[in-house]
Every structure is written in structure tokens, then in C-alpha cells.
């Protein structure tokens, strides 16, 4: 399995970040997925997931009306839309397998910096 994002930066407040995060070596299409941040000294973060068939998400109120999660399967993809970022969303990003129930592997994770 393998999951590599992309799109990480440094953007201003209220500025806005794509994140990508593609995934090989296991089936896509079925698999749930999930974006998870990690602030430096802080717990990891499942901040939103997606179901299989783009039908049913959830985000964490942190990140709720701001961030949009979505897929395309055909290109074995997860995207995460961030708008109006603030300081405090400043993260290594990760995409994840899974989602509340456990993640099951990791991507490498993309920094995002807010200043």
C-alpha cells in the first residue's frame, strides 16, 4: 500500500490549499479514506473522511464549512479543498486508509503553513 499526497504550502490566513493524496497497492474504490493533521505538539487530528462512493463524509468542527473532502476513483484520488485557512490550521497533512473506526496505513503527509 502506498499513499503519497501533495499540494502542501505556505499560504497566508484566509488563503486557500488543494491537498491530493494518491493511493496504489490496495482497491481504491473500495476503501474508505480520511485526512488526519498533526499541529507540532499536538495529537493527531481526523479532521474529515469520505465513504467509497462520495456519498456520506464527515469533518471535525475545526475544519467544518472550510474544507471539502472528495474522490475520484478512476484516478485512485483523494482531494482536500481548504478554504479561509487560519494560523491554527497549520499541520503536517496526512491522508489515511480508514476512517473513525482506525486508520490502517499512512501517506508520508504534506506540510501546510499558515503565516
Known amino acids: 500500500v502506498q499513499l503519497v499526497e501533495s499540494g502542501g504550502g505556505l499560504v497566508q490566513p484566509g488563503e486557500s490549499l488543494r491537498l491530493s493524496c494518491v493511493g496504489s497497492?490496495?482497491?481504491?474504490?473500495?476503501?474508505?479514506m480520511s485526512w488526519v493533521r498533526q499541529a507540532p505538539g499536538k495529537e493527531r487530528e481526523g479532521i474529515t473522511t469520505i465513504n467509497t462512493d462520495d456519498s456520506n463524509t464527515y469533518y471535525a468542527d475545526s475544519v467544518k464549512g472550510r474544507f471539502t473532502i472528495s474522490r475520484d476513483n478512476a484516478k485512485n484520488t483523494v482531494y482536500l479543498q481548504m478554504n479561509s485557512l487560519k494560523s491554527e490550521d497549520t499541520a503536517l497533512y496526512y491522508c489515511?486508509?480508514?476512517?473513525?473506526?482506525?486508520?490502517?496505513?499512512w501517506g508520508q503527509g504534506t506540510q501546510v503553513t499558515v503565516s
Open positions: 497497492g490496495f482497491t481504491f474504490s473500495s476503501t474508505v
Open positions: 489515511a486508509t480508514g476512517g473513525g473506526l482506525g486508520y490502517n496505513y
